[in-house]
């Protein structure tokens, strides 16, 4: 496997430490040049490097929290691309189902995530050589684990299965595509060790006990685990340090971060390209009054109108705006547009500052109700847990279990995460543990097969590895 040993082991880490530039606040680290290559990882100074390293990736780069929301949004037909090289090289194969080995999208969560492992895989691999304190140890070592079995849990929610690749692996051989088991296995095992090492408080975008224990919880109920995921919400739950945010548009306003209804952060910063938040500027129509690219993102107006006429979270839906002084009705043309990312207008350009995130507390509301009505069915803890974000968006409450079956509870939870979790990466995940994301694609007319339900391995992985076919 070229590409992963080049991203591994032909890249040095002393090139990456000098490169390091724009993790935000708590995640900056400073680049130590003047450490030697013989000695750089003997001290906590090079090691934190390496571990602000794993995270800088971790952080989604670029355009890497962009291309995960138009992943979800174009392949579930909550909205469609309209207009630059965006359009043809992302949009339309998403939207149309006609990606491949070779497209971007396909390419650059991959790349992220093993570029995030491979700085996590070099900090476990030094850690046991050198002389260091036993909480500074424990410390590095779950955050490296946080990274590493979150990155793996991406890998597996996007492609299936993925090379296990970890600080005993043989750089000098190809690896092949893990067992499902195996490649479960792993995340487990990483995300359980992080979870049993970390604080329950760490500096904001740091992985905390809380952050990894959300990431967990997901990979229970996106792997049918019911009863593993409700008692991991209800532990998460019984921290007592999350919560829903009263007005659903703060959520992600540049204003509020630090929220306590992220549960793992996604730090993003105006300072530079590579931690700038581009979501809206690969969304909203050009010469609306900010920078953007030429591309744009519309919603459809059958899930436009599919909402309850009292939710406030469609307020963050714009069905008529305005455009060089024209009032354009989006609504009826297939092209209302979102705000959920309010505009930074503390943004010198396109890098806005909003920060995102792998979970949030609604997720954990919303995983715990649907694994109980998987382990028996509607019950008034499930409907109370529902609830609880309804109320918030301003819709009647459920109030009563009596009026559901299990199918029927299973459908209405489903569909509130639509309306929850819209213009997030959340869709595309759920559709699939619910069986529907390939008959959704086909009844709006895609050539959509069980062979999309997972991306397939880059074709630069296939061409260089002689372990993957």
């Given at each position: ?10 890249i040095?880490v002393?090139?990456?430490?000098l490169?390091?530039?724009?993790c935000h606040?708590?995640?900056?680290q400073?680049?130590y ?13 090079g090691?934190?490097?390496v571990?602000a390293?794993?995270?800088?990736e ?8 962009t291309?995960?929301v ?5 392949t579930?037909?909550t909205?469609w ?36 492992i ?17 909480d500074?140890?424990n ?17 597996y ?11 005993d692996?043989?750089l000098?051989?190809?690896q ?20 049993n ?12 006990k ?12 996106n ?7 409700a ?7 019984a921290?007592?340090?999350y919560?829903l ?7 992600y306003h540049y204003?509020?971060e630090?929220?306590?209804e992220?549960?793992?952060a996604?730090?993003?910063t105006?300072?530079?390209f590579?931690?700038?938040l581009?979501?809206?500027?690969l969304g ?12 744009r ?5 059958d899930?436009?109108?599919s ?14 705006y305005?455009?060089?002084g024209n009032?354009?009705?989006?609504l ?15 943004a ?7 920060d ?5 507390y609604?997720?954990i ?9 998987e ?12 609830d609880q974000?309804r109320a ?13 079956n299990?199918?029927s509870?299973?459908?209405?939870i ?7 979790f ?15 994301f390939i ?11 069980q062979?999309h ?11 260089a590895?002689d372990?993957?076919d």
């Amino acid at each position: 496997m070229k590409n992963i040993k080049k991203l591994i082991a032909c890249i040095s880490v002393i090139f990456t430490l000098l490169i390091i530039s724009g993790c935000h606040d708590e995640l900056d680290q400073q680049p130590y040049s003047e450490l030697a290559p013989g000695n750089f990882l003997s001290t906590e100074e090079g090691m934190n490097s390496v571990l602000a390293s794993s995270y800088s990736e971790f952080q989604m780069q670029g355009f890497g929290y962009t291309f995960r929301v138009h992943t979800n949004i174009f392949t579930c037909g909550t909205a469609w691309p309209l207009g630059g090289g965006w359009e043809g090289g992302v949009g339309v194969p998403l939207t149309d189902f006609t990606w491949d080995a070779s497209s971007s999208a396909v390419y650059n969560i991959w790349v992220k995530g093993f570029t995030a492992i491979r700085d996590a895989n070099e900090v476990l691999r030094n850690l046991e050589k050198y002389s260091f304190s036993d909480d500074f140890k424990n410390r590095i070592k779950a955050e490296a684990m946080a990274i590493r079995g979150a990155m793996f849990n991406t890998l597996y929610t996007y492609y299936g299965t993925y090379p296990i690749i970890t600080e005993d692996s043989d750089l000098t051989e190809g690896q092949p595509l893990a067992s499902d088991e195996a490649a479960r296995n792993q995340i487990e095992s990483d995300l359980t060790t992080a979870q049993n090492l970390l604080p329950v408080d760490m500096p904001w975008g740091h992985a905390d006990k809380g952050g990894v224990m959300g990431v967990l919880c997901k990979y229970y109920l996106n792997t049918k685990q019911w009863q593993k995921a409700a008692d991991m919400a209800s532990d998460i739950i019984a921290l007592n340090k999350y919560e829903l945010l009263p007005d659903y548009a703060d959520i992600y306003h540049y204003f509020n971060e630090g929220n306590k209804e992220f549960l793992w952060a996604i730090p993003k910063t105006t300072t530079s390209f590579a931690v700038g938040l581009h979501i809206n500027a690969l969304g909203l129509p050009p010469s609306m009054g900010i920078p953007t690219w030429g591309a744009r993102v519309f919603f459809f107006d059958d899930f436009v109108n599919s909402f309850h006429p009292d939710d406030k979270r469609k307020d963050q839906i714009l069905t008529t705006y305005t455009v060089s002084g024209n009032t354009v009705d989006g609504l009826g043309q297939d092209k209302s547009i979102s705000l959920k990312y309010i505009r930074d207008v503390t943004a010198p350009g396109t890098n806005e500052g909003n920060d995102v995130t792998l979970v949030r507390y609604a997720d954990i509301l919303l995983a715990r109700a649907e694994a109980l009505n998987e382990l028996n069915g509607p019950s008034q803890e499930a409907i109370n847990l529902i609830d609880q974000v309804r109320a918030r968006a301003g819709i009647p409450l459920l109030g009563d279990p009596s009026g559901f079956n299990q199918g029927s509870l299973r459908d209405l939870i489903l569909e509130e995460r639509k309306f929850e979790f819209y213009y997030e990466d959340k869709r595309r995940e759920d559709l699939i543990r619910h069986g529907k994301f390939i008959s959704q694609a086909v009844s709006r007319g895609k050539n959509a097969t069980q062979y999309h339900i997972y991306f397939p391995v880059p074709q630069a992985e296939v061409d260089a590895n002689d372990q993957i076919d």
